[in-house]
Every structure is written in C-alpha cells, then in structure tokens.
C-alpha cells in the first residue's frame, strides 16, 4: 500500500501471481476460476483492519455470499469470524453447513417466499431486511419477532455500477414500514442501503450517507430505538480504474459515518465483490479471430467464456475485465470482444473495444483477472451445449 | 389456422390448455417450465408442410438445438426425420445419442475450438459454417474436405429482434472465404445467414432474401457450384403481436426464396425458437407487491423467476412474455415485473411495464405463456443460491 496516499494494489500482486502461476502450470479444458483463498483471508482482514470506530468497536462483516458461494471461501470466513449475508435459503444452508453461527446470518434478499422465511425462523435466523408493506406482513405471520432492517433507497450517481431502484423505500414510506413492523410484533432494528457496486473511493461516500444519516435522525426523533446500520457493499475490486486500498477505504468510510451519525449501536459491512473478486482469475482462450469486412478497422476476438458462461457482468460492458495475453507487449489494435455461444446478444465489449496484441489467434491462452465475484454462479447450466465455469481452490 | 389470411393462433389453443391445465393441478416448489412434446410434433409437421418447393421437393429442417435441448424433444424430432443444427460438441453427443443421423447433423457456430471441430470430425459430421479465414484454417486441419458453408452479414432491420454483427461477414469476404475454402480442400458447400430472431411475417424477410440472392449469384458468376442454401432461423413464437400460422409462414419464405433463386439444390431451415417456444410454459409464484413510495404510479411485482434463472430473453425487454394470474379481470395498474435475486440488473420489464391485476399478491401462482425456447439453459446454474429452472415434460 502506498503509504502517503492509501492508494495503489502492490498488497495484491503476490496473490494475483501465484492464482496465475497455477494458471500457467496447468491445462484446462473448458473456462475454469482460480481461486486463492488465502487472498480472501487476506482482504478480510484488510477490510477488518479498517472497519474499526473512533470508540474501538469494529464494524461487523457479513460477506454478501452470492458474490462467491465456493464452500471453500465459506469455511475460511467461518473460521475468521466472519458473518454472512444470505439472499436465499440456499444460501443460508450453505453457510450453516459450513459451520457458520446461526446468529451471524442475515437473510438480507427483500424478496422472500414466505415459506423461505418460515423455514429461515426454524432454523434459528432472526435478523431479515424488508422495503416494502407485504414483505413485514410475510415476516410477522412466519417469523414472528424477528427483527427487521428497512432498506432505503438512496441516490448513488457516484458508482460504476449505480444500482436501479429495485430494492429499497423512499424515506416517506421508511416510517410507515418502521411502524408497521412494531404493529405487527416485529422488532424495527434499523436501516440498510446500498451505496452503488463497485464505489471506487470512500469519498463517493459523502452523499449517500447524508441522505441515510437525515432518514435515521427522523427515525430517532419518531422514537424508534434503531440498534443496526446496514451500509450493505458498494466496496470495490480492481478493474483497471484505481481504486483505494482496502483498509484505507474501510478507515475512511467508518469515518464519514461517524461524522454524520450520532448514535449508532451497530454498523454491519456487507462486502461480496470487494471481499473476493481479485483473488481469483479465469483461465480461457481464444477460439477465433476475424474481420467482418477488408476495410473494417477492428477485429473481433472470440474467447472460449462469454456473458452466459461466466462474465455477465460485461452486460452494458459495465464491468471492465483485465485480460493477460501470450502476446502482451506486441502491437495491438482495437478488438470486440466477443463469448462463444450462437447468441448474438453474447458480446462483451463493443462500444469500447479493447486494445489487444495484433498477433493474439486461435488457440492462444489467456488470463482474465480479478473475476472472483460474480462469475461461477451467474454461469448458465448449459446454455449452446457448454459447460457451466468451472472453479478450482488453490 | 384462418383460412382467408394464415394469420391467427387457434391451433395452439389446445396445447397451450393442456400446458396450462397440468401446472393448475400441480404445485412446484421451483419455477418449472412445463413442455408438451406434442405440440412440438405438430408444429414440426406445420413447418414442413410448408416448406416445400414448386417442384415438390422439401426444405430440410435441421432443429436449432440451443432453443431447447430436452431430450424428449430431440428424440421426438429423431423420430420425426429432423436434422439438427448443434452449437456445439455438447449439443453433437446430445442429439447423436438420442439417435440423430449423423448425416442430418450440423456444427452451425461460427466460433469452434480446433479441438472440438477435430472430435466432430472424427464421429462423422460432415458439414460446417464457418465466416472467416482462421475458421477455415481450422476445418482444414482438423476435419480435412469437409463441407463448408459461408455466413453473411445481412442488414434485418424488420426483426423483433435484429442481430448484432457477431456472426457472419461482409459480400467482399464471401468470394475470399469461399476461394479459401477451396485452396484449403475444402468443399465450399453453400451460404447460410439469419433473418433475426423472431421476424413474424414472411415478407419480412424480403430484404434480406434480396441481399442473399445477389451474393449466391456472384458465387455462381465466380464458378462456384454452391449446393445449399441455409436460411437459417427467424421463425417466430407468438409473444402479444399477431404472427403469421407456421405453414402458411413457411410457404411463404420458400415462394419468396424460389422467386429470387434461381438454381438452388439445397434449402436447409434451422427453426428454433419458432420449433419449440409455444410448446411450453412456465408454472410461477409472485413473491411480492410493494409501491416505493406513497406517490409511486406503478408497483413493483417480484417474482420468483427473473433474468438470471430462465427469463433471459427478457434483457432489453425485448421479448415481451404473457402473463396469465388467477385475478385476470380484476382491475389492472402498471407494474414493473422483477425476479427474486438480490441484483439490481435482475429487472424484466421497466421501461415498458406490464398492467396487472392491482389485487395480485404474495402466493398467487401464475403461468409464463409461450417460454419453450431459451429459457431453461440460459438458466444460471445457482446465482444468489436460487436453483436453474426445473423443466418437466407431459
């Protein structure tokens, strides 16, 4: 870490190294993620280090599980001390499964079948977020006394990727859900938001958290005792664009919380992306490289992996992948990037096409880095007769 | 089937009914598509009886595997004496082992690792598409004097869904790629080219059958003996806007083909979407309604499927699927339609959103018309730890 300015990734090049050193010492035969758990340990502890109050109390981590599931991930996060952020009941078996304490899950999807949370109150969950009228009524009929965070919906124009407004309230509707739930027997324990995915730095912070800062001082003055402030994820991976270093980051954003809100019980960090998403690579490879046309200016470069095999993220070429080539340092030249399926809509960059070596054909192995998060999971089950992304833990 | 004009879907009626009458007797834990094998039969005899030329010969259909790989479907269509059209070596070993003709099997993508076109090779495919010189390197190499067919870019502004510029190339590559083939003793067996998804008349297809002409017609002029014509897919699935019957649709493109062709020994059709999407539909849940805010116009309607676990085609929102609710004729409001991940992008229908029933609810079961096609393997394989679509045919 760089130590004048807390920017800068030098704390990662050790484990992107060693997740494309096993990358070179092996054949694979379809797209398969590297993953370096020792990284994850690593970055969790990064992001603990920071997420630490003026008073000393620390921030809790639940790491957003769908970002990465692997049980390997989930076993070492058991054994830091971590807590997790399920979206389903999938999710939560998962993590039990996996030894994780009953009492650091959260079920944090505002969209949940009923049966899902009368399943979620058996097994022992009793902290649940919900936006919405419906989802309180759900809540006290099948987990009865659960205690509830209300998630707001905040402007968040500052983030790569900001988020729609399908999950949250606006803050008229926050008091009304927050008596709501005490009508109904719930326990209203606080607020959560998300401040936009991929936020590059903690400043980009400032304005979601005066608008989440005014709604809780509100909730206050109205008399609700809330305990939990959710600030969800929104904590960055590297893709190209600097971003701050981890505990910097975690540093700073506990800072301007703490500048903003008076009294807060408990702050809960719900990192998915930021936790995982650069200790892993995807090891691929080109299939094919054309021009459309004798005068076209770029060509297209067809890989083996495409936005339904793994990298949905490009959708909107929001997510700007890094790609290491065999033939990095030769002449390169603008190329669409482009999956392997009979799809049409299964092209990753267009827009702004990539500049890739010249000399780059068929049959040339690659390296895409930093693609830990969202990628296994998003991968189609067969989508054209190809396999879903395969993963290995190193 | 309208006997004045071809328009119309009556004879879908039944089919649909007999989809929908087994998921309103059956209760799914998982959002489920449900087939009827039947209905896909008779649509495969409705195209064929269409496809047929002036002198009495038969358009060949080779199905478009991707649309819907069920093994019930492959072998009903094996039985039936379809070919089929494969994306991939997946796709090969599925349809081979379900007891295709490897004779009547085709690698139709573009984009084919060496390896994979090596394997096709060996188990006696003989014919392959190709839209650039290191394709046809490949094929050379590894399936040494096979047919080949050359994709063209054509321009499809009349589609519902127009095709992005990721397959196929320009008229100046198409003399190239076929002399290519040729050097490299290859047979330069035809042409193929996509209309774009969902074109849903005949007559749309004029333009491009017009651009395709005057490129076959230099091939000839340039000594090529071209022997098949693969009009590829196109044909449509009813989605809300009228669409042409299938045999009156499919007589219509050969007439059209037939008045702009002069000599043409093949014709090969490769119908997907238009092949299976009408024989399926998929049995769903709302899980919940909520307005974001007291002035809100719209609600928001979760459901417990969404683009990320079978309702892919819905990016963009451009296909548009029919939703049937038990409170059909209650009074209907706008609704935005989402599915149950905790992901922002996993957002079905916003800028154009559906009007629904204002009484339905959390636990109301619904039915997804028409989703036979490109549904269940776009499903991802357990994004947010929600399982892929389950299928089951009747």
Redesign the interface.
């Known amino acids: 870490m760089n130590a004048v300015t807390g920017f800068g990734r030098p704390q990662f090049v050790t484990s992107v190294s060693r997740v494309e050193s096993y990358i070179a010492a092996h054949d694979f035969a379809h797209p398969t993620l590297v993953i370096d758990v020792d990284a994850v340990e690593r970055q969790f502890r990064a992001l603990s280090a920071g997420l630490v109050r003026r008073d000393g109390r620390h921030a809790h981590i639940h790491y957003?599980?769908?970002a990465n599931?692997h049980t390997a991930i989930i076993e070492r996060l058991v054994a830091l001390g971590s807590g997790f952020d399920?979206?389903?009941?999938?999710?939560?078996?998962?993590v039990l499964g996996q030894g994780a304490d009953v009492d650091h899950v959260s079920f944090?999807?505002?969209?949940?079948?009923?049966s899902d949370i009368r399943w979620a109150h058996a097994v022992g969950i009793t902290l649940f977020a919900a936006?919405?009228?419906?989802?309180l009524e759900?809540l006290a009929e099948n987990a009865p006394g659960a205690r509830v965070y209300i998630r707001v919906?905040v402007d968040n124009p500052e983030a790569d990727w900001p988020?729609?407004?399908?999950?949250?309230?606006?803050s008229?509707?926050v008091m009304?859900l927050l008596d709501r739930a005490r009508d109904l027997g719930l326990v209203p324990h606080g607020l959560s938001f998300h401040v936009g995915?991929q936020t590059r730095e903690a400043r980009m912070w400032t304005g979601t958290l005066d608008q989440v800062a005014a709604i809780w001082a509100r909730a206050q003055d109205e008399g609700f005792d809330l305990q939990l402030l959710n600030i969800g994820g929104g904590f960055p991976a590297f893709y190209g664009e600097e971003i701050q270093a981890p505990t910097s980051y975690a540093r700073s954003v506990i800072a301007l919380i703490e500048d903003r809100f008076t009294d807060v019980p408990q702050i809960m960090a719900e990192p998915g992306r930021g936790m995982v998403a650069e200790a892993g690579a995807i090891a691929a490879?080109v299939?094919?490289?054309?021009?459309?046309?004798?005068?076209d200016l770029h060509r297209?470069v067809?890989l083996?992996i495409g936005r339904?095999s793994g990298l949905?993220e490009t959708?909107g070429e929001a997510i700007r992948y890094q790609f290491v080539t065999p033939r990095d340092g030769d002449d390169t030249g603008p190329c669409v990037v482009?999956g392997?399926?009979?799809?049409?809509?299964?092209?990753m960059y267009?827009k702004r096409p990539l500049q890739l070596p010249l000399s780059l054909?068929?049959?040339d192995k690659i390296v895409i880095r930093n693609c830990g998060a969202y990628t296994?999971?998003?991968?189609?089950?067969?989508?054209?007769?190809?396999?879903?992304l395969d993963s290995v833990v190193i």
Chains 1, 2 share one sequence.
Do not use: H
């Open positions: 957003a599980v769908k599931p399920a979206a389903s009941r999938g999710e939560i078996e998962l944090g999807n505002t969209i949940k079948k009923a936006d919405a009228e419906e989802e759900k919906i988020l729609s407004r399908k999950f949250g309230c606006a008229d509707k009304q995915s490879e299939v094919l490289v054309s021009k459309k046309s004798n005068d297209w067809y083996d339904f949905a959708e482009a392997p399926s009979c799809d049409s809509a299964d092209v267009e054909k068929a049959g296994t999971t998003y991968s189609s089950v067969g989508f054209n007769g190809f396999p879903p």
